[in-house]
């Protein structure tokens, strides 16, 4: 077995569900601490700001602090601001209290209904047709249209509720543009996530409860993957599929 430097960790599924704790995911972080492992909080949520990841984490046994929580809103940011030099940006942005603190927390981004640079979806729970209709517009117009991320269905107790994902395909549909996709399983945030914490890929692993999400990142960045049957992926749900580079009933099983 590979000795790692850096986990980048799953939350829902993988930490906790919701609002039950998954206590050998606990323990693991706990053990990371205790080995002196740099580790990160990779999410795919941009419902939440750092500091309620934080304070969520806290609520399930884990003292940490933002520096430890990466999300696809600060992703999203990030590889805008690489891949744009304008001083000022326009944005159109739908999503949640994570995404919008997040993108005007800089300075270099600015609102724009009318003709932004960027249309940027991210999970809304109180979108809206007005909402879509001004995004379509936009990028119908020229506007680069970005998604947080794919996520088609998220984990609500025992229900499936509407992801992002679905929430992007809506604006696809009306404005016929694909999304590029910040996100997990995409590599964009893994290799983003890497040059924040200064590992290299070979000496990083992917921790996750979701093989289409976590799993299917580690893939895409050429990154070790450790998959735990905590969360949404079941053993038979691999039938026939390429293996992660771990498979584990609980991380209890993962020896760091």
Request: charged share 25%.
């Amino acid at each position: 077995m590979k000795n790692y430097r850096l986990f980048l960790i799953d939350l829902d599924g993988t930490v906790y569900r919701g609002e039950e704790t998954v206590e050998s995911g606990v323990r693991f972080v706990h053990r990371l601490v205790k080995n002196n492992k740099d580790y990160l909080f990779l999410t795919n949520n941009t419902t939440r700001t750092p500091e309620m990841v934080v304070n969520k984490l806290k609520g399930h046994g884990i003292k940490t602090d933002v520096s430890h929580v990466y999300t696809p809103s600060m992703a999203t940011a990030s590889y805008i601001l690489q891949h744009t030099k304008k001083k000022r940006i326009g944005v159109y942005i739908i999503g949640e209290i994570g995404l919008w603190t997040e993108l005007l927390s800089h300075e270099e981004f600015e609102l724009n209904e009318q003709n932004p640079d960027y249309v940027i979806v991210g999970m809304d729970k109180d979108l809206t047709y007005h909402k879509v209709r001004v995004a379509s517009r936009c990028i119908r117009n020229g506007a680069t249209f970005i998604g947080t991320n794919a996520d088609l269905n998220l984990p609500l107790g025992n229900e499936l509720i509407p992801g992002n994902g679905a929430q992007c395909k809506m604006v696809e549909a009306s404005s016929g543009q694909k999304p590029l996709y910040i996100g997990k399983p995409e590599s964009i945030i893994v290799d983003m996530a890497l040059k924040r914490m200064g590992f290299s890929k070979s000496e990083s692993v992917l921790v996750g409860d979701n093989y289409d999400t976590d799993i299917k990142a580690g893939f895409n960045s050429d990154v070790d993957q450790i998959l735990t049957l905590t969360g949404v992926t079941r053993r038979e749900d691999l039938v026939g599929k390429r293996k992660p580079t771990y498979l584990v009933n609980n991380l209890d099983d993962f020896e760091i």
